[in-house]
C-alpha cells in the first residue's frame, strides 16, 4: 500500500525536483501540497506548486499557507533560486488554479490528517511555520501523524549563517515547537545533504527524459550557480529518496534542541540520544543516491 504523505513546501528549485519525485513514485500518496513562504514569498511558492502540479497532469490538492515567520523578519533565499523561485523557467500553461483549496494551509493539514484512515507522514520542506501553527491550533492532530521527515539543521555548520540551515535559520521560533512536538522526526540535514550532491553528468541524463526532464535540468542549470558542476546540493529530494529508498541511509537517534535568539539563532544542537524523538540522517550511499535520481525521471516516460 502507497504511504499516505502531506508536503508543506517553499518551491524552491529543489523543492520542485523533491515534488516531482513524490508525485512518480509509485510507494507514495501525495495527499495535499502546503505552501510556505521561504525561499521566496508566498505568492511565488504557492504558484510554483500550481504550476507544476498542472505540468504534470496531477489534480493534487494544493493550500497556501503562512508567508511569514512567527516572530521573526522574513528571510528569502532569492539569491538561489530566483525572484520567482524557479530561475529563469516558465511554465507554459497557465496553473490549475482549481487545485487551490479556500481553506488556508493550516486548516487543510488539521482537516486531511484528523481524518486520516492511515496516519499521515509529514514531509516539510521548507521553513516550520505552518507545522509550528498546526500543533498549537489543533494539538489533536499530532495523534495521527506517522512521522515528520524534514529537510532541515545540521549536526555540523550552515548555509544561512556558518551555524545554522535555512529552513530552520527562517523561523527558529517554528522548528523549536516541532522539534520539541516529540513526534518522530527523520532529519536530514546538510550533514547528509551535502554528501548526496548529483553532478551536471546525472543532470544532463535526466535532461534526456522528455519535458520533465527538461524542466528539472532547466532550473537545476540556474540553482547550480550556487553549487558547482560537481556538486549540486538538491536538499530538499533527501527527504523522498529516505521515504522510497530508506536502505540508502543511516540515521544516529538524537534530541534536537533549536536555538531561537541571538547569534547562533536557527542552530540545531543535536544531543545523542537512546530515547530521542528525532533519528538524524548522518550517512548515506551516495553512488545509488544519484542513480535513484536518474531513475525518477527515466521511469516516467
Ligand atoms: O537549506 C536548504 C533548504 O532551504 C531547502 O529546503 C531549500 O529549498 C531552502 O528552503
Ligand atoms: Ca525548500
Request: charged residues 20%.
Amino acid at each position: 500500500m502507497k504511504r499516505p504523505i502531506i508536503i508543506d513546501t517553499d518551491p524552491g528549485i529543489d523543492d520542485i525536483v523533491a515534488i516531482t519525485a513524490a508525485l512518480f513514485s509509485d510507494k507514495l500518496d501525495v495527499k495535499l501540497i502546503t505552501t510556505v513562504g521561504g525561499n521566496v514569498g508566498i505568492t511565488h511558492t504557492t504558484r510554483n506548486a500550481v504550476d507544476l502540479v498542472t505540468f504534470l497532469g496531477r489534480n493534487t490538492p494544493i493550500a497556501k499557507g503562512v508567508d511569514e515567520p512567527l516572530v521573526n523578519k522574513p528571510k528569502t533565499a532569492s539569491q538561489v533560486h530566483g525572484s520567482s523561485g524557479v530561475g529563469t523557467y516558465q511554465f507554459e500553461a497557465e496553473g490549475n488554479t482549481a487545485l487551490l483549496s479556500k481553506e488556508h494551509a493550516v486548516i487543510e493539514l488539521r482537516n486531511n490528517i484528523i481524518d486520516a484512515a492511515v496516519p499521515i507522514t509529514l514531509v516539510a520542506i521548507g521553513p516550520l511555520t505552518n507545522i509550528a501553527l498546526l500543533f498549537k491550533m489543533f494539538p489533536e492532530t499530532k495523534e495521527n501523524i506517522k512521522e515528520i521527515v524534514l529537510m532541515g539543521g545540521a549536526i555540523e555548520g550552515g548555509n544561512a549563517t556558518p551555524v545554522a540551515e535555512f529552513n530552520i535559520f527562517a523561523d527558529p521560533h517554528a522548528a523549536k515547537i516541532v522539534f520539541d512536538s516529540a513526534i518522530k522526526i527523520f532529519m536530514c540535514g546538510l550533514d547528509v545533504t551535502r554528501l548526496t550532491s548529483v553532478t551536471a553528468g546525472d543532470v544532463a541524463k535526466v535532461k534526456e527524459q522528455g519535458t520533465v526532464g527538461e524542466m528539472i535540468a532547466e532550473m537545476l542549470a540556474y540553482y547550480k550557480q550556487t553549487y558547482s558542476d560537481d556538486a549540486i546540493t538538491i536538499h530538499d529530494l533527501c527527504t523522498i529518496l529516505y521515504l522510497t529508498h530508506p536502505d540508502l541511509f543511516q540515521t544516529k537517534r538524537a534530541k534536537v534542541n533549536v536555538v531561537t535568539e541571538g547569534e547562533a539563532a536557527g542552530h540545531t544542537v543535536v544531543n545523542d540520544s537512546d530515547d530521542g524523538n528525532v533519528f538524524v540522517c548522518v550517512d548515506a550511499d551516495v553512488e545509488a543516491f544519484r542513480e535513484e535520481f536518474i531513475q525518477v525521471f527515466v521511469e516516467t516516460i
